[in-house]
């Protein structure tokens, strides 16, 4: 009986047999395993695009104003100074500002400026990293305006 011979040409063909192997092993375990299901698609994506594109043109419609929105702490609190062309009347909206360190400081107020300015109070805000996000309807048409600020 011949015996074979272990060398390093039976080594490598192991080598790569046991790869393969493994690689078969992992992709149908992935691909068959209900745990490790993680679809990039929703059942309703075509919906959530449209959310989003409303989003996109939102956005859009704040950029294109001529005079921008500023947004800056002040001794007080934090204040917005919207463009002079919004009658706060005629304008409906939210605040929210979000806390990305922790979920329980979060809160949204109603958009409610007076003359072109809006003050949220000191003692709204934690010191750190916040991202404000300020969506309103001006005449018919949608505004999002987002900034990451720290206060």
Same mark, same amino acid.
């Given at each position: ?10 080594? *490598?063909?192991?080598?790569?047999? /046991?790869?393969?192997?493994? +690689? ?6 992935? #691909? @068959?395993?209900? %745990? ?32 921008? *929105?500023?947004?800056?702490?002040? /001794?007080?609190?934090?204040? +917005? ?6 009658? #706060? @009347?005629?304008? %409906? ?59």
């Amino acid at each position: 009986m011949k015996t074979m011979k272990w060398n390093w040409g039976t080594g *490598i063909i192991f080598a790569i047999l /046991s790869f393969i192997s493994f +690689i078969l092993y992992f992709v149908i375990t992935m #691909s @068959t395993d209900k %745990k490790y299901s993680h679809d990039l698609v929703t059942d309703d994506y075509y919906a959530k695009e449209m959310v989003y594109q409303t989003e996109i043109d939102a956005e859009t419609n704040t950029h294109n104003l001529t005079e921008k *929105i500023d947004s800056k702490k002040v /001794s007080n609190g934090w204040q +917005i100074t919207f463009p002079k062309k919004f009658e #706060s @009347t005629k304008t %409906k909206g939210t605040i929210a500002l979000y806390r990305p360190s922790n979920q329980q400081l979060d809160f949204e107020i109603p958009l409610a400026f007076v003359g072109s300015k809006m003050h949220i109070p000191h003692k709204r805000f934690v010191r750190g990293r916040w991202n404000i996000t300020i969506q309103w309807t001006y005449e018919g048409k949608l505004y999002l305006y987002k900034q990451k600020i720290v206060y």
